[in-house]
């Protein structure tokens, strides 16, 4: 017997979060204070794993608060 993916039932927190959901996490905690300015994000490999997904999606999440203006200094594998 195979499981398909209509039978499996997926929790939030089983759920790979999309680059958009993490820049939208992350946008909040700059918003709500909890990040300021100056304050240094964790590691890339750190938000991958809270996250629960790989480097590159937490990079394209970065890269778009990057471009909204929200974070400096973003490179490859150092915290922005």
């Known amino acids: 017997m195979v499981v398909t993916q ?3 039932v997926v929790s939030d927190s089983d ?5 958009q959901e993490i820049a ?6 700059i918003r709500s204070g909890e990040l300021k300015a100056g304050d240094r994000l964790p590691t890339q490999a750190g ?7 790989e480097r590159g999606t ?6 778009e608060l ?4 929200l974070l400096s200094n973003v490179s ?3 915290p922005p």
């Open 24 to 29: 939208d996490v992350l946008r909040e905690r």
């Open 66 to 69: 990057q471009q909204a203006g």
């Open 58 to 63: 937490v990079r394209l999440a970065l890269r």
């Open 6 to 8: 209509e039978n499996v």
């Open 76 to 78: 490859k594998g150092s």
């Open 47 to 53: 938000l991958a794993e809270e996250f629960g997904v």
């Open 15 to 19: 759920r790979r979060r999309s680059p």
